[in-house]
């Protein structure tokens, strides 16, 4: 396969991204950019803390359906290592520098496993921070993309205008956690006081409701939470931004 010429192809997608409307033309423009370097599959999206699922942060999904769906499934956004790798890094990275160790972490071998089953044997992950501090990626993948520095520089650059691009187009607040949380105002707001240090009969009374009715609540957010008690359901609240101290 011919790869691309890294400038040609970059500023001929910026000139084309002025010009893009809807979704479809820019997961079209994109994805026939991608393919010149070598790439079979991208994602952009934001990248939660766990529990948190993934799926309602995509911004724009260009992965195999099959294996979307499957990804989606199997929930394998807890243990996959690019994504633990992408939530703390600021630098571009390829795939197969997320190091694990398989003995320790079985299932995120299974997951990049699951990958390369897909067409998805190696990728290229652009880490972005949004000014409202709501972190994102652009992930691409393929069989045997085009991974010289000079093409790694183009896609770093295609990433950041692919992001901004899709985020203009679906709206400001797409893939952030504010327009996806699952607890209800309520929750939260329990939640909060707890964060606080406030017990439950104490919020009952800040609130005006009976305790029982607080403790069903902290039940429910953790249930939602996938938390074990109160304390964890208010870490795993503010890891995913649903509330803030």
Not at 40 to 51: D, K, R, Y
Not at 57 to 75: D, Q, S, T, V
Not at 115 to 135: E, K, L, S, T, Y
Not at 136 to 162: F, M, N, Q, W
Request: net charge neutral; glycine share 4%.
């Amino acid at each position: 396969m011919t790869m691309a010429d890294p400038a040609n192809s970059t500023f001929d997608l910026l000139d084309d991204f002025d010009h893009v409307k809807t979704r479809e033309q820019v997961t079209d423009r994109l994805a026939a950019t991608f393919t010149q370097f070598g790439y079979s599959a991208f994602l952009i999206t934001g990248v939660p803390e766990p529990p948190s699922r993934v799926e309602p942060h995509y911004i724009l999904n260009g992965w195999p359906k099959e294996f979307a769906e499957h990804y989606a499934r199997e929930n394998y956004y807890q243990d996959d290592p690019v994504a633990a790798w992408c939530r703390r890094s600021t630098d571009p990275f390829e795939w197969s520098e997320a190091r694990y160790d398989r003995n320790t972490w079985p299932r995120a071998a299974e997951v990049m496993k699951v990958a390369a089953d897909f067409g998805m044997r190696q990728g290229f992950c652009v880490p972005i921070r949004r000014a409202n501090g709501f972190q994102a990626c652009v992930t691409i993948a393929g069989e045997r993309p085009d991974l010289a520095p000079r093409a790694k520089r183009a896609i770093h650059l295609i990433s950041l205008y692919a992001h901004k691009k899709a985020v203009s187009v679906l709206g400001p607040d797409q893939g952030s956690p504010a327009s996806h949380r699952v607890l209800t105002h309520r929750e939260r707001e329990v939640l909060l006081w707890s964060a606080q240090g406030k017990s439950s009969w104490e919020i009952s009374v800040i609130l005006g409701v009976s305790e029982r009715t607080v403790n069903w609540f902290i039940a429910n957010a953790s249930r939602k939470l996938d938390a074990v008690n109160r304390t964890q359901a208010v870490v795993n609240a503010i890891r995913s931004g649903e509330i803030e101290i």
